[in-house]
Each structure stands twice: as structure tokens, then as C-alpha cells.
């Protein structure tokens, strides 16, 4: 099985910088995409930003010009690098992936999940 852990929510000032981390625990996964959504309280869960195993992104109209996706295809590791950090980006930050798996006697099986989530908070 597949599990997502991420890392590197905290506490920041408005207009800092933060980034986060999300890794795949086994090598035997494949991603087709992987990106984060976030959800504040009282809020629905909203898409962030998205990067494809081929590299192509989508961002929400909100985070443009200000968070960046990356990804290490050898390492099944997304980044998110949160610039210019506002109050309204307080949230709790969840990575999700898709893609493929291989089990322990080479069988493969598709992936869809979500990690624990992490909290970022940006004060004013």
C-alpha cells in the first residue's frame, strides 16, 4: 500500500514563505499527478495546485504568481513553494496522488489518496 507523509506546514508571517514536501513511501508507485488542496475552517476542501508525471501544472486563480509545484518523478516527491503568504492561505494543506502501484508479488494495482494533511498558518 501506498501512504503519503507529508511535511513542512508551520506558523509564518504574512508576506513569508513556506514550503511543503509530500513523498510517496514506497518506490514502487508510479504518479500520474500529484497536488495539494487545502480546506479552512468552516470551508470546503479547494484545489491548490496540480503537476502531471509530465510536468504540466494548474494552479487556483488565488495562488498564481505566488506558489510554485514541482515534483522528483525518481523520488515520488511533490513540493509546493508558498510565497507571499497571506491570512486567507490559513489552512490545513492535504497532498493527493493517482497513479500505480506494484504489490509484493508484482501485481499492480491502481492509487488514489490523500495525506494526513498539514497546517499552515499565516498570521497577519
Known amino acids: 500500500q501506498v501512504q503519503l507523509v507529508e511535511s513542512g506546514g508551520g506558523l509564518v508571517q504574512a508576506g513569508g514563505s513556506l514550503r511543503l514536501s509530500c513523498a510517496a513511501s514506497?518506490?514502487?508507485?508510479?504518479?500520474?499527478?500529484m497536488g495539494w488542496y487545502r480546506q479552512a475552517p468552516g470551508k470546503q476542501r479547494e484545489s491548490v495546485a496540480r503537476i502531471t508525471s509530465g510536468g504540466s501544472t494548474n494552479y487556483a486563480e488565488s495562488v498564481k504568481g505566488r506558489f510554485t509545484i514541482s515534483g522528483d518523478n525518481a523520488k515520488n516527491t511533490v513540493y509546493l513553494q508558498m510565497n507571499s503568504l497571506k491570512s486567507e492561505d490559513t489552512a490545513v494543506y492535504y497532498c493527493?496522488?493517482?497513479?500505480?502501484?506494484?504489490?509484493?508479488?508484482?501485481?499492480?494495482?491502481?492509487?488514489?489518496?490523500w495525506g494526513q494533511g498539514t497546517q499552515v498558518t499565516v498570521s497577519s
Open positions: 514506497t518506490r514502487d508507485f508510479s504518479f500520474n499527478s
Open positions: 493527493n496522488a493517482e497513479g500505480r502501484y506494484s504489490g509484493p508479488t508484482g501485481r499492480t494495482y491502481d492509487y488514489s489518496g
